[in-house]
Nanobody, 119 residues
């Protein structure tokens, strides 16, 4: 019954902010590395950020300086704070279990939440 449920997406203006959440259940959340990835129409899945079980944090170049990943193990929650949003950030954002930076090692993805950045 592994479940990853993303929320917090929506429409934002360029330069605006959104905070994405991923609610995890059905497994011991604190023991797993977690990642955020995104996919725009016609493009491959793109890794965005990850956080290991020991708290190490990694960002794609596209996210550095703008996005912040965090986790609250007591609440089984993963977050992605997105600031200074750009139109090219428009995508379906999903959280994944099992790796902080290798999407190929992720064994479960949530359904995603849509982020649209437009004036």
């Amino acid at each position: 019954q592994v479940q990853l449920v993303e929320s917090g997406g929506g429409l934002a203006q360029p330069g605006g902010s959104l905070r994405l959440s991923c609610a995890a259940s059905g497994f011991t959340f604190s023991k797993y590395a977690m990642s955020w990835a995104r996919q725009a129409p016609g493009k491959e899945l793109e890794w965005v950020s990850g956080i290991s079980s020991d708290g190490s944090i990694y960002y794609a170049d596209s996210a550095k300086g703008r996005f912040t990943i965090s986790r609250d193990n007591a609440k089984n929650m993963l977050y992605l704070q997105m600031n200074s949003l750009k139109p090219e950030d428009t995508a379906l954002y999903s959280c994944g279990r099992g790796s902080s930076w290798r999407t190929s090692r992720v064994d479960y993805w949530g359904q995603g939440t849509q982020v649209t950045v437009s004036s």
